[in-house]
């Protein structure tokens, strides 16, 4: 991360998007910038990479952009640093960035308010797929609406999808229990307003569930997954 956000500093007048996969991962790098700002803008001053990396790999390739001394932009850095407000942040170190990219439904909603706060509302929150480590499934075809608005369309190609119909309370049941195959719904007898666990088979023979509630066509992402990712899973 260090490596990375020393790029993303010399780069800054450059840098027209901000992303991460998830959400989650922006109040860690803003943390992080916190704890290291000193040191990153010693490194742009001095034209040299901190002793701290010491992975060759990554000096290797920071000696490509670190290239010369640089003491006016490190002084900007610091001057917006320095204050005592990180309030909107991102847009005084990354002037021209369009737009925050990450995913922002289920639990990563938690953030918005953290992504807002550092953006000062002034970069739009765009989610624009949903995607697991078996395959794409679902993209988002308004990327610039309001993220509490997120759908996701589901892709026909990437895998083949079933729905098992939940009742009023949005559960089957014991989520142990075994579930007959004769429940499953194909994707052309799902109703709208109706509630569904979404099974997803992948070509490879690989599947999983996920929630969706179903709006005609598109399919609002309401919970992730049986197998839940953790934040601590996600930052480490």
């Given at each position: 991360?260090?490596?990375?956000?020393?790029?993303?500093?010399?780069?800054?007048?450059?840098?027209?998007?901000?992303?991460?996969?998830?959400?989650?991962?922006?109040?860690?790098?803003?943390?992080?910038?916190?704890?290291?700002?000193?040191?990153?803008?010693?490194?742009?001053?001095?034209?040299?990479?901190?002793?701290?990396?010491?992975?060759?790999?990554?000096?290797?390739?920071?000696?490509?952009?670190?290239?010369?001394?640089d003491p006016h932009l490190a002084d900007e850095i610091e001057n917006i640093c320095s204050r005592r407000s990180w309030k909107g942040i991102v847009c005084n170190l990354c002037p021209k960035a369009k737009y925050i990219e990450a995913v922002v439904t289920g639990s990563m909603s938690q953030y918005i308010p953290a992504l807002e706060y550092y953006s000062m509302g002034k970069l739009p929150l765009v989610c624009t797929m949903y995607a697991s480590s078996e395959c794409y499934f679902g993209v988002n075809l308004k990327p610039l609406c309001d993220p509490a608005n997120v759908s996701f369309t589901l892709l026909p190609n990437m895998g083949y999808y079933e729905f098992i119909p939940l009742g009023k309370d949005e559960t089957y049941g014991n989520e142990d229990d075994m579930i007959s195959l004769n429940k499953l719904v194909d994707l052309v007898h799902i109703k709208t307003g109706c509630y569904y666990e979404l099974v997803v088979t992948t070509f490879s023979g690989q599947f999983f569930i996920t929630f969706f509630k179903n709006t005609c066509y598109y399919l609002q992402l309401r919970l992730v997954s049986k197998q839940k990712t953790s934040n601590h899973k996600i930052n480490t």
């Open positions: 991360m260090y490596c990375q956000l020393l790029s993303g500093m010399i780069h800054r007048q450059q840098v027209l998007r901000l992303g991460a996969v998830f959400a989650s991962a922006f109040p860690c790098a803003i943390s992080f910038l916190k704890c290291n700002w000193v040191s990153l803008c010693n490194d742009i001053r001095t034209g040299k990479l901190s002793p701290v990396i010491t992975d060759s790999g990554c000096r290797l390739a920071i000696s490509s952009i670190l290239k010369s001394v």
